[in-house]
Every structure is written in C-alpha cells, then in structure tokens.
C-alpha cells in the first residue's frame, strides 16, 4: 500500500481494496494489511444441450435442447411448430395452450424435459386429415376470432374444458375460459362455438 502524497492532512492514496485506483482521502490512511482474500465462485459446465423424446400430435419426436427449455419454445424454436402462440410469457394470456394427456396446460410455464412420455396435443394435431376437428368448425361457423392469434389457445382450452366435463352453462364456460384473453373482443361468439360443440356431444340442442 502506497502511503498518503501531500501536507499530511489530505492527499490520494491507492484504493486499498484493488491497489489500483486513486482515491481521494482525508485523515489517517487505511491501516498497511493485506487486501482481503477474494473468493471465486466455482461453476458448473454449462450443459450445450440435452436430447429428448417427446410425443407430439401422436408422433415421436427427438429433439436435442438446453434442458430449462420451455415447452412453448421447444415446440416453436425446435419443432416448428409455430401454431401455439406466445403472448405474455407468464402464463397469463392462455396463447400457448397445448393438451397434454388432455388435460389444458400453458406451454410457456412448463419445461419440456417433463413432459416426456406424455401425450402432448397441438392446435396443428386436432384435424383429421382435411377434416377440422369440431370446434375449429364450430369457431369458424360462429366467427369466434378476429386477429386469431388467440385462437389455437382458445380452441385447445375449450377442448381441455370440455374434457374437464364440469361446465355446463354459460357463465361457467365463460369462468373456466378465463385464463384465455381474447384482445379482439370475441368472447360472446367463442362461448356460442364452444356451446354447439358441446351440444353436439351431448346429442341435443343448444340451449338459449
């Protein structure tokens, strides 16, 4: 440690902690010790990526990814498959939901390392061939969607509802598809799709 410079009243003195710096001090200098020992935290190698299986649309797919990646962007970034949307990223817009087991999850707030062996459902895996699956009929009959960026969120909701086989009315439609925000305003015509839908189900009609 370099002593202090001046009418020993004041002056500039090596930062004592660095041994590098200067500076400005007054009164008596830091006591001459040795700089504090610094410790190096010691991390693990990060790992490039880890190869999964994943059971996509009723096909397995191998995919190789860092192992925090989450299930929305291991099916848009590595899969291509673009149809479930991102929209918050935390799980609060319902954009991204996918089936898995039917059962309606956000994409965006699960890895895809958990979800191997288990059967994950995207808006691109609902049609049979040229022929759409019910509700993607129904919310084209009844212009349930606008921009649609919402909409394959929306349609794989209502199908994880419907398997739910707990709402029966309107205003429980309208509460357990919620967690699905719909920007454009089309809740009133998505409530009536998912409605038919369910009517159709049932064997009767849709009820006023």
């Known amino acids: ?14 930062c004592w902690r660095c041994e590098a710096c200067l500076l400005p001090m007054t009164g008596d ?13 010691v991390r693990p190698p990060v790992p490039e990526g880890q190869t999964l ?8 797919r191998a995919v190789t990814m860092p192992p925090w990646t989450t299930l929305l962007d291991a099916l848009r970034q590595h899969l291509d498959l673009t149809g479930t949307k991102k929209g918050c990223d935390h799980g609060q ?6 089936l898995v087991d039917g059962k309606r999850i956000n994409a965006c707030l699960t890895l895809a390392v958990m979800q191997q062996g288990r059967a994950i459902t995207t808006i691109e895996g609902l049609a049979s061939g040229a022929d759409l699956h019910p509700l993607q009929q129904a919310f084209i009959d009844h212009d349930a969607f606008q921009c649609g960026y919402c909409t394959p969120g929306q349609i794989c909701s209502a199908i994880g509802l419907m398997n739910e086989g707990t709402a029966r009315t309107p205003d429980e439609i309208r509460e357990l598809m919620s967690g699905n925000i719909c920007r454009c305003g089309a809740y009133p015509n998505i409530v009536d799709a998912i409605r038919t839908v369910m009517a159709a189900q049932a064997g009767g009609e849709q009820q006023p």
Do not use: F, K, W
Request: charged share 15%.
């Open 93 to 98: 817009c319902g954009a991204c939901t996918v």
């Open 53 to 60: 299986t994943l059971t996509i649309n009723g096909v397995d």
């Open 29 to 41: 200098p830091m006591p001459d010790t040795a700089a504090p020992t610094r410790l190096t935290a």
């Open 1 to 14: 440690m370099e002593s202090r410079q001046g009418n020993g009243t004041s002056g500039s003195v090596r």
